[in-house]
Every structure is written in C-alpha cells, then in structure tokens.
C-alpha cells in the first residue's frame, strides 16, 4: 500500500479535520467581535464526505484525526460524527479540541468511544472577568466546570492557552501551578496573526524562551523527551503530577519534523497551516471523484508539502496571514 511522503521524506500520519466554521466564542486573537462571514451549510463537508475522505487518507497511513472547529460541539449531530469515525479500523486516535463551553453533557458518552483519546480544552485565562474579555463571552463558569469534568474522566486532557500579550501573561505561572496536583498538561501556545483583518494587533511576541523565562522566575524546571512530532516542547516541574508544554507556533521551530495535513470545514486541503490552501477537495468529490482517484490527488499533494512555515506563507498567493483560525480550523 503506498503511503503518504512528501518531497523531504517525512510520512504524513495525522490530519486535522475542520468540522465547522462557526463557534459559540468570538476569541479576539481569532475573530472579530461581529464574528467572521460563515459560508452556508451546503458548503461545508458533510459528515459522510468527511467519513470517506478520512478512510482514503487511513489507507494511505494516516492513523490519527484531530477534530476541531469553529467548536465542533456547535455543529448538530457531532457525537453521533465522532461513533461513525470509531468504525474505522484503520485509524488509532481520535482527538479533539473544544472551547469546552457545550461539551459537559457529552463527556460520559465520549469516554465510551475507546478512539477518543485525548481533548484539548482552550482556556486563555483562569480568572473569570479576563476571560470573558478575551473570549466576548461569559462562559468561564460552564468551560471550568468542563475542565473539572474531564480531569476527573478518563480522557487525556490538555489545556491550550495563547498567550497573549497585555491579557494574559500575568498567568503563566498560575496555569503551571494547575500541574502540581492535577494530572494535566497545560500548553502555552505563541500567538498568532491568524485574528481576521487587522482585530488584534500584536504589540509584543510571548515566543517559546520569553514564555519558558517567565515559568523559571518561580519554578526549576526540567525539559522532558517529546516524540519527534510533537507540536511542543515539553517540561516538568519537580514533584509535579502534571507536565506543562510550549508550542511554538509563531517562531516555527518544529516544523522539521512535522507529520500533519488539514481539512477545513469545506474541503480545503492544506500542507501547512500557514499555506492558503492547495486544493478543493469538497468540489473533487462532488463531481464524481472515485477513492482511487482521492488517493493519486493525496500522494500528488503532499509532494508538494514545503519545507516549513516560512516557505509555505512567502509561497501565498493570497497575500500576507489573515484569516481567522475558525475558518483555518484551530
């Protein structure tokens, strides 16, 4: 069976799928306040389309999906989405990233589901006034008590937090204190210009050693092995249950080894986040495209996979990053 290599070598394994574009949030590093134009229904995949595409990519290699938005709980039927991806026997992990403000109820039924392994929850802010700033909404009591539900469930849980400049830097050291008695891990992630035209502006950049100089005025801290794709590097807090990580999103300092593809919500296929999409994949298979015929347009793609984020966003033909990371899929 032939297997999904780009050009340097590196086997594509995981794919992060768009669910939707919209989301209950309006994040200010991700969208305006009035929200982004969302595109009709009928242009977004359906959960069939999404089913086949994933399947094809399974039986080219690719073993693991991340499902993110928009907020995928927003999008109707999304749990009965996650059981139909369970069938496929050729896909190990099922991931998904939630803002945690509609997915309490359906904590019980996921655990159930023994693909879905790991959810990433955004939480920018632990105090509840900031977070209301930051997200437009005010949701913080609903996504803490989520919080608290899935630490205590049997899902692997990690916490994603932008750091962001004049909002939330003041934190960084309250969220590590999260890893002394909580078996989580909290991962601070380098904003990025993905907010919609001209929303936020970013006075100064919190990269991966301004973040990690800022953890060491309280703690010692100790770098721990991270797998050669991980999205971050990793640390550990002496007697700490938990782990914290930095993911360097910005400065792109991991895009060597990087093994991923994504899907958005309406059949863009992208090498990279930073790239402004390669292909229509919705169109494709609309018009009759055979699973044979998706597999010579996957192994032809990713050929085509830069080397990193740099060279994917100076090869835009759209002009300079500024779309919103609900409609890239967060």
């Known amino acids: 069976m032939s297997k999904l290599k780009d050009s340097f070598g590196r086997q594509i394994e995981y794919v992060r799928l768009a669910v939707t574009d919209r989301c209950n949030l309006r994040c200010q590093y991700c969208m305006p306040a009035h929200g982004i134009d969302i595109v009709p229904r ?11 595409l994933i399947r094809v990519l399974t039986e080219l290699g690719v073993n693991k999906v991340r499902l993110t938005g928009g907020e995928p709980f927003v999008r109707k039927d999304f749990v009965s989405f996650l059981e139909m991806l369970s069938y496929n026997d050729l896909l190990d992990t099922i991931n998904i990233t939630t803002n945690g403000a509609l997915i309490s109820r359906h904590i019980n039924k996921i655990e159930k589901l023994k693909k879905v392994k790991n959810i990433n929850l955004s939480i920018d802010s632990l105090q509840q006034d900031k977070f209301a700033k930051i997200t437009r909404r005010d949701v913080f009591p609903e996504v803490y008590k989520t919080f608290e539900l899935l630490e205590k469930s049997s899902l692997n849980l990690k916490l994603n937090v932008v750091v962001q400049s004049g909002f939330n830097t003041d934190e960084i050291v309250d969220f590590v204190r999260l890893t002394k008695d909580k078996n989580v891990v909290v991962r601070f992630i380098e904003e990025m210009p ?3 035209k001209g929303q936020r502006k970013m006075e100064k950049n919190w990269t991966l050693n301004k973040i990690l100089e800022e953890v060491k005025t309280v703690f010692h801290v100790d770098e721990i092995q991270s797998e050669k794709s991980s999205t971050s590097r990793n640390y550990k807090v002496k007697n700490h249950l938990g782990t914290f990580g930095i993911i360097p999103a910005f400065t792109r300092t991991i895009c060597n080894d990087c093994n991923r593809i994504r899907i958005t919500s309406t059949g863009t296929f992208k090498n990279c986040l ?3 999409g390669v ?9 009759g495209a055979s699973n044979e015929d998706l597999k010579e347009l996957f192994l032809s793609l990713v050929k085509d996979k830069p080397e990193n984020g740099f060279i994917a966003e100076a090869n835009r033909k759209k002009g300079t990053v500024s779309e919103s ?3 890239i899929g967060g």
């Open 279 to 287: 292909f229509n994949l919705r169109d494709f298979i609309r018009n």
């Open 42 to 52: 009928k242009e977004l995949l359906t959960f069939k389309e999404m089913y086949r």
């Open 325 to 327: 990371m609900s409609t």
């Open 194 to 196: 993905f907010n919609g």
């Open 274 to 276: 930073f790239d402004d």
